[in-house]
């Protein structure tokens, strides 16, 4: 048995190019110095991927990993992670993702899939239980991923499966190219899609239906009904719970947060039309949650009338109204919501496909680029059928899309002409909707990213509108006032640190950034340390846990 409760114990290693399906043991010690998630991932890829291996060479590993309180009872208990190097930025890269695929990947007896190796032709893995087979996906190859989805579901003839799949722009490697995950989240940054697409790898399928067993039962019921009671309780519940992230659009657009026309702004003029009370009052059929979620700020939307009516999604972002709407100055939300979709099924990542559009139209308006560089398109703001057009070129690589398929950096660099001024990137990531100008810690967190530009790793939310109490409690009263003002720069670097370690262990147990951790500010260090001795039977004390989040991130 495995020492360390609330594990499998065992990693699955797949070579797609030999077919050979292999369970493996691993250490004890790598969950007692990595945790899970994230962690395992960061090791693997230390060990076994070097600076010299391409990321969409079939030696490049692409891990699936699950963590410790993934599958428990605690709230926002479903997130896993996808770790391998970027297409996209040519370093370290992971994606995370709620939904369910991470818990029943942990009820099928796996904490983790490391796949190397290129099938000679397209195969998905199925995973049920002990029993693991690769098959044939040569049927599957060009469809959606909501159609893959529901095609493997027939063939298993069971709904109950999860999947992990790609779409076009995975199969013909957008640099951008995300997995979604059941139902309806993406694992999407860094372009792990096109990891997947390298490997003619086009889904992986789980079904599991085993326990996951922890070491103090009572100990863990009793801190996973508190942290749901806290949560409950916070104040941060209610408009979270009702609205989700889309209830932070205008907030942010007041605090100049909300990139419009490629970052030339930070205010939308129409912010109100693209706001959760308008996509609530336009679309919003029923509240949906992850796994063992209380928050359940994804909704179903559906467009019931108009030139998209039908679209249906389970998930709208913050991120995405942004990037499919000010960032392109469209304020048509119908429109959001179709090019929302069309990234879902295609396989993009909303975020970085609303910053390649965003960045060619500006180099359109600044007469960087004409109708001989673009194949005839005219990039004009808010031409909302234009970039349904452009999401489907990119996804395809055809013409001006197949340039703009290779992220901003690569676009600008190709173009030259002074392009490079426009593209907004940090290490080659899109830069997401989290102005930094505006808030000085969110600036550095950008710069400082393991994975280039990014605001869920260090995710400081101290400052991001004044928590001055929460500020106090976490580092003292000589902190303040400056770490709760969003334009001071005083502390901002022990505030990020601290997040980027603190998101480095949350990342690799498998709870939610959201659900308590950042957003809402609850927990911390000392209950999640709580919680693993509780699940794990491993001694955790407060600064333990730091020096494993530390080792993380570092790594």
């Known amino acids: 048995m495995f020492p360390c409760k609330s594990y499998a114990g065992k990693w699955l290693y797949v070579d797609l190019t030999t077919g050979k399906i292999e369970p493996r043991r691993y250490d004890p010690v790598l969950a007692e110095q990595y945790l899970g998630g994230n962690g395992f991932g960061t090791r693997l890829l230390w060990e076994h991927v070097g600076p010299d291996v391409d990321p969409l060479a079939p030696e490049s590993l692409l891990i699936f990993a699950t963590g410790p309180l993934c599958g428990t009872l605690v709230p926002n208990g479903s997130r896993m992670e996808v770790i391998a190097k970027s297409p996209l930025t040519g370093i370290y890269g992971d994606a995370n993702a709620g939904g369910f695929f991470g818990p029943e990947l942990k009820f099928a007896g796996w904490d983790a899939i490391v796949v190397t190796g290129r099938a000679p032709r397209p195969v998905y893995l199925a995973v049920a239980g002990e029993r693991v087979e690769l098959r044939d996906a040569g049927v599957l190859w060009g469809l959606t991923t909501s159609q893959t989805e529901a095609a493997i579901r027939r063939a298993w003839g069971d709904p109950g499966v999860k999947t992990a799949t790609i779409g ?90 909300f990139p419009t026309r490629n970052f030339q702004m930070g205010s939308f003029p129409e912010v109100d039309k693209i706001g959760a009370e308008a996509l609530e009052e336009r679309a919003f059929v029923r509240h ?65 496909a609303g910053r390649a559009i965003s960045f060619a139209m500006e180099l359109w308006e600044r007469e960087i680029i004409n109708l001989d560089d673009t194949g005839g398109l005219a990039l004009r703001w808010g031409d909302t059928a234009l970039v349904l057009r452009l999401l489907k070129m990119i996804a395809r ?63 400081p939310t101290i400052d991001e509108t004044g928590y001055p109490e929460e500020a106090r409690r976490r580092y003292g009263e000589e902190y303040l006032p400056e770490m709760a003002q969003p334009l001071a720069t005083k502390y ?64």
């Open 288 to 352: 949906l949650a992850c796994f063992g979620c209380p928050i359940h700020c994804d909704k179903l939307y559906r467009l019931p009338d108009g030139p998209h009516a039908g679209t249906a999604l389970g998930s709208v972002e913050y991120e995405t109204l942004n990037s499919m709407g000010a960032c392109i100055w469209n304020a048509d939300l119908d429109a959001v919501l179709a090019a929302n979709r069309l990234c879902d099924d295609l396989g993009l990542d909303t975020i970085s």
């Open 168 to 257: 076009p722009a995975g199969e013909n490697r957008v640099c951008f190219a995300g997995i979604q995950i059941t139902p309806q989240r993406s694992a999407a940054r860094c372009g792990l899609g096109a990891v997947m697409g390298s490997k003619r790898l086009k889904a992986v399928a789980v079904r599991g239906h085993g326990p996951v067993r922890v070491a103090d039962p009572a100990r863990f019921h009793d801190l996973a009904v508190e942290f749901h009671r806290r949560i409950r309780a916070n104040p941060v519940y209610p408009p979270v719970s009702a609205h989700g992230t889309p209830g932070i659009v205008t907030l942010m657009d007041a605090l100049g947060r």
């Open 492 to 555: 901002k670097p022990l505030l990020v640190k601290d997040g980027e370690d603190f998101g480095a262990v949350v990342d690799s147990v498998g709870v939610c950034k959201s659900g308590g951790t950042f957003v809402f500010a609850e927990f911390y260090w000392p209950d999640i340390a709580a919680v693993l001795e509780a699940a794990t039977g491993m001694e955790m004390p407060v600064d333990r846990l730091h020096r494993i989040g530390e080792r993380i991130y570092n790594l």
């Open 397 to 459: 690589r055809e013409g001006f899309g197949d340039l703009l398929a290779e992220g901003v950096r690569r676009a600008a660099q190709t173009i030259g002409r002074g392009a490079e001024e426009y593209a907004m990137h940090v290490k080659g990531m899109e830069i997401p909707a989290q102005d930094g100008r505006a808030q000085k810690s969110m600036g550095l967190a950008h710069v400082t990213s393991s994975r280039g530009a990014d605001h869920l790793k260090a995710f």
